[in-house]
Antibody, heavy 118, light 109 residues
């Protein structure tokens, strides 16, 4: 059974780059598609972007200029980078597996909290 | 930009039936948007509940059902139980990406 685990710094300074990694266990990362979702404190969920097993990506238009999602198949990991962060990027960040057959997320990581503050 | 709309809150009595909806600020929701629904209890990771409009994920009780009602996607709970009180988010597939609704906070009392 596929399991996901997010990791990365819990505190990032404004204007710097947020970097997170999702480690996939119980299955090959190359066989599926993957997503990043985030949730600001007390607010709803927001889709950040997808990376497909082909390596192509699709991003939320509102974040597209600042986001990069990449995959490292040798480590069975994929990553998220958000540039030029501000306090508005403070959130719980979730990695998920995404099925393009019916366009939904079926496996979720537990999430990691990132705070943007000086 | 099209917004996915959900009722901010809803209340249902134990044993009652409630229907949460998922609409668009402009246009109608159809099965072609592949509506999916996620349940999130406070402090917990979201759980996939319904996908492809009406398919229940593994382990989801059959008192939960998904459908298209009129111009919206719908999540119906028949015979609500106390532990169904949670936040429910719908997601629509649009333009090659996904858009979340703002979520509905369901209270069972």
């Amino acid at each position: 059974q596929v399991q996901l685990q997010e990791s990365g710094p819990g505190l990032v300074k404004p204007s710097e780059t947020l970097s997170l990694t999702c480690t996939v266990s119980g299955g090959s990362i190359s066989r599926y598609h993957w997503s990043w979702i985030r949730q600001p404190p007390g607010k709803g969920l927001e889709w950040i972007g997808n990376i497909y097993y082909s390596g192509s990506t699709k991003y939320n238009p509102a974040l597209k200029s600042r986001v990069i999602i990449s995959v490292d198949t040798s480590k069975n990991q994929y990553s998220l980078k958000v540039n030029s962060v501000s306090p508005a990027d403070t959130a719980i960040y979730y990695c998920t597996r995404w099925f393009d057959h019916y366009y939904y997320m079926d496996v979720w990581g537990k999430g990691t909290t990132v705070t943007v503050s000086s | 930009q099209t917004v996915v709309t959900q009722e901010p809150s809803f209340s249902v009595s134990p044993g009652g039936t409630v229907t949460l909806t998922c609409g668009l600020s402009s246009g109608s929701v159809s099965s072609g948007y592949y509506p999916s629904w996620y349940q999130q209890t406070p402090g917990q990771t979201p759980r996939t509940f319904i996908y492809n409009t009406n398919t229940r994920s593994s382990g989801v009780p059959d008192r939960f059902s998904g459908s298209i009602l009129g111009n919206k996607a719908a999540l119906t709970i028949t015979g609500a139980q106390a532990d169904d009180g949670s936040d429910y988010y719908c997601v629509l597939y649009m333009g090659g990406g996904m858009v979340f609704g703002g979520g509905t906070k369901l209270t069972v009392l």
